[in-house]
């Protein structure tokens, strides 16, 4: 194919506000006279906002006999398929397969006829798929598109069962914006959204960005490919027209006045959308009468443990036990425990950056005795001498906002303070939390904070009626002393300790371990940890840390990053590094019997100690890595363990929270050695059988410490790392990802990230803006959630025994 295409406006094919492909897929092989008016609406509708001609590029139509050569398919199968349009007209379309529920990643891959595609005399551009999905489940296609020069990027959709729509990727332009006239920087950086809107208006739908560059080399492209990956079930989708298309002129407008008073999206309604005080408490009122003030399901213990299963000892703490050939957690009483629960259960993640700062004389600092991130802190009070300084320093942050009160205004209150942004335009200023003005109008103020105390009691009468059997990961300790339902304690191990890196270092540098004064700081963090607890059983056991880059799987060098990396350091600066030179030299006593093992031709040990660079020559030496990695592994985990075990010792270590990027197995085994249960955040469909075949040989219990799903439905620009279609989507994904850990027996629960959605305008840390609540901006319960944690709830502890 490879014609270029000029396309009347009255077929348009291209864009939000050009309808895409009408004729050959909104309109094909309709099931029944429902899906003909709809596909005929939504192409009137797409002609309607069609506002010029388009140029572009057709790649694959599909109107051969044969697929294109161009196209390859990997754990899936492609098929040409005949569509009807309403009017009749006959076209063909290409059906893929991908048998993801028997292959972790399947996709179909498109690679040019010549080495590399030139689009760029098509200037800024963006590549278009027809896709329409005739499937039982909402397909998650990931797109993936790279350069000769190196970059790539990865970016996702989700296609709604049942729907025919055109999706398009940037490749080019409008995701780099002009930040001065000298230069430009990527859109995210820019805005603070982890997902930004459209940047031109219209019906059709966006691939969101999840990792990588923005913009590639459109003069070199030498790859595309979609996939779908670690999904539950097989799914299927048909492509047609696969096109570049050029970029209409951007939205100057697209990210002002975003978000209305209640810090909602002001640009779409949705079920649920709050549009006034009045509104608000009569949703208020409905719910506090149908939560019962928490009754618990029937089969309960008082810890939220199986009261009809068989009694265990009971030791007064929760601990693990395996019975039947299944991992448990017992409970206080004896019960058969298994956890669930929501994340984030606290107002610190719940503030956005405004566009803000004050002077830095006027606002209290970090300490270096500090023992929680600035994501985690409490709120920081605006003085009024500092209230005198504010001023603005981001547009484009403040535009984005319909409402902000003043500090006199009566929910001036929920400003904050963020002193040290990860990423976005900001890396400090002021914030604002409409999560906590909204519960301050829901619940009013009768005394000082009375609203949180409210909040705090409908909180953990939610997750009983919902039938949660914990509160989870990063909960405010506000909710310890509850005494209703157990809770996971939490705590970081921050300080100025010498690092290493593993050259990928997403979330910032590892300690390192054999610095005496990480022990230190382990030590205090535990008994401030304890300090919280006090002992209380109520506490199901502590997690340190969180998602540390401990290292990726995709080749070895990236896997032993931290050993590759350590090893150039000089071991007078780093103790790791000095703990390595001293393992090798006992293995090989002499600088000559290292080289011959490891392919080098050092002069001296010292030379060693100094630091080297070298790669992975062979086998022998790979096995040195692996043994140097465990030792430093180990040593981490035994410190914090010995930690907890001094201030908390009836309380479990959870462990780390491996990322599942990061989570190489040295590692992973030597955390099972120190703690009681080993953490795992696993963002994808459900636990599939060959990622966690390795639970067999650890044998040791497990828990998921993060997932979630999210869509676009409500507002916010990114549906989060899974997609659902809508939130009943979102549902039916949420019960059978819960469903694939239940019936594991290695897992003795799974944690839900988080509580409440992030700021639409993203969380003042990052920029996360992902709709990943069971409750909304307003605290209002998405009510499809709430019914499928309900179902699962009450089938949980019977499904667990007899699966």
């Not at 063909?92 to 030139?118: C, G, M, Q, R």
């Not at 790279?146 to 940037?170: E, L, M, Q």
């Not at 949705?270 to 509104?279: L, N, T, V, W």
């Amino acid at each position: 194919m490879g014609l270029s295409i000029r396309v009347h406006k009255s077929f348009s094919l291209f864009f939000p506000r050009v309808g895409l492909c009408v004729a050959l897929l909104l309109l094909v092989a309709c099931e029944d006279k429902a899906t003909e008016a709809q596909a005929k609406n939504q192409l009137e509708h797409q002609v309607s906002t069609s506002s010029s001609d388009v140029e572009g590029k057709l790649l694959f139509d599909f109107e051969s006999a044969e697929l294109p050569a161009e196209i390859s398919f990997y754990n899936s199968t492609g098929a040409l398929v005949k569509t009807t349009a309403v009017n009749g007209q006959v076209s063909s379309a290409l059906k893929v397969n991908f048998n993801s529920s028997a292959h972790e990643y399947t996709s179909i891959l498109i690679n040019p006829k010549e080495f590399v595609w030139d689009w760029s005399e098509l200037g800024e551009i963006s590549l278009a798929f027809d896709i329409r999905n005739q499937g039982e489940h909402s397909v998650q296609l990931f797109l993936d598109a790279a350069d000769t020069a190196g970059n790539s990027f990865t970016r996702s959709v989700n296609v709604p069962a049942g729907t025919s729509r055109v999706y398009y990727a940037k490749l080019s332009g409008h995701d780099m914006v002009s930040a001065n006239p000298d230069s430009k920087v990527e859109l995210n950086a820019a805005s603070g959204l982890r997902g930004n809107p459209p940047t031109w208006e219209g019906d059709d739908v966006q691939f969101i960005w999840m990792w990588g560059v923005m913009n590639l080399d459109v003069s070199s492209i030498k790859q595309i490919a979609l996939s779908v990956q670690y999904a539950l079930h097989d799914k299927e989708v048909i492509l047609d027209n696969i096109r570049v298309i050029k970029n209409p002129p951007m939205n100057t407008a697209f990210l002002t006045k975003i978000v209305d008073k209640y810090g909602q999206s002001a640009k779409i309604d949705f079920p649920g959308k709050i549009h006034s005080d009045a509104q608000l408490a009569e949703v208020t009122a409905n719910e506090l009468k149908d939560l019962k003030d928490g009754e618990s399901l029937a089969d309960r213990s008082t810890f939220g443990g199986w009261k009809k299963g068989p009694k265990q000892e009971a030791r007064g703490f929760f601990y693990p036990k395996k019975v039947d050939g299944k991992w448990w957690l017992v409970d206080p009483e004896g019960y058969l425990y298994f956890a669930t629960g929501l994340d984030i259960i606290r107002l610190a993640n719940a503030y956005t950056m405004t566009g803000y700062d004050y002077d830095p004389s006027t606002i209290e600092q970090r300490s270096a005795d500090d023992l929680t991130p600035e994501d985690s802190k409490g709120k920081i009070l605006i003085s009024e001498a500092a209230q005198k300084t504010r001023h603005l320093v981001s547009k484009t942050r403040a535009d984005m906002f319909e409402w902000l009160p003043e500090h006199s205004d009566p929910l001036g209150n929920h400003y904050d303070y963020n002193r040290d942004a990860h990423s976005g335009p900001l890396k400090k200023g002021e914030a604002f939390s409409f999560y906590s003005a909204n519960l301050e109008r829901k619940y009013g103020e009768t005394e000082p904070e009375s609203y949180l105390r409210q909040w705090e009691k409908v909180t953990v009468d939610r997750m009983l009626n919902w039938g949660f059997t914990s509160l989870g990961n990063w909960t405010d300790p506000k909710f310890y002393n509850n005494q209703r339902i157990p809770y996971f304690a939490n705590g970081w191990i921050i300080g100025n300790f010498k690092k290493v890196s593993s050259g990928n270092d997403f979330w910032g540098g590892l300690p390192d371990p054999f610095d005496p004064l990480f022990k230190e700081r382990a030590l205090v963090t535990a008994k401030a940890i304890s300090e919280d607890v006090n002992n209380s059983p109520w506490c199901v056991g502590v997690f340190i840390d969180n998602e540390k880059s401990w290292g990726r799987s995709e080749s070895k060098e990236s896997e032993y990053g931290i050993v590759l990396n350590t090893l150039t350091r000089d071991g007078a600066e780093s103790p790791t590094k000095n703990r390595f030179t001293q393992l090798m030299k006992e293995k090989y006593s002499t600088i000559d019997a290292l080289n011959s093992a490891w392919g080098l031709s050092l002069a001296s040990w010292d030379e060693f100690q100094k630091g080297i660079k070298t790669g992975i020559n062979n086998d022998v030496q790979l096995a040195d890595f692996s043994l140097l990695f465990t030792h430093y592994a180990e040593e981490y985990f035994r410190i914090v363990e010995g930690a907890l075990s001094q201030y908390l010792p009836n309380h479990m270590y959870l462990g780390v929270r491996f990322a599942d990027w990061g989570m190489p197995k040295d590692v992973v085994k030597a955390s099972a050695k120190y703690a009681d249960v080993v953490s795992y955040n696993f963002y994808k469909e459900g636990l599939t059988g060959s990622k966690w075949k390795f639970l067999e040989e650890l044998d040791k219990p497990s828990i998921i410490g993060e997932f979630h799903v999210g869509t676009t439905e409500s507002g916010l620009f990114h549906p989060g790392l899974v997609h659902a279609g809508n939130q009943q989507d979102r549902a039916k994904m949420y019960k059978e990802y819960m469903q694939t850990v239940v019936d594991n027996p290695y897992f003795i629960g799974a944690h839900w990230f988080q509580y409440m959605d992030s700021p639409v305008t993203g969380r003042s840390y990052d920029g996360e803006n992902y709709n990943v609540g069971f409750v909304t901006v307003t605290d209002t319960p998405y009510e499809p959630m709430v019914k499928a944690a309900k179902e699962l709830h009450s089938e949980m502890y019977e499904r667990r025994a007899n699966k």
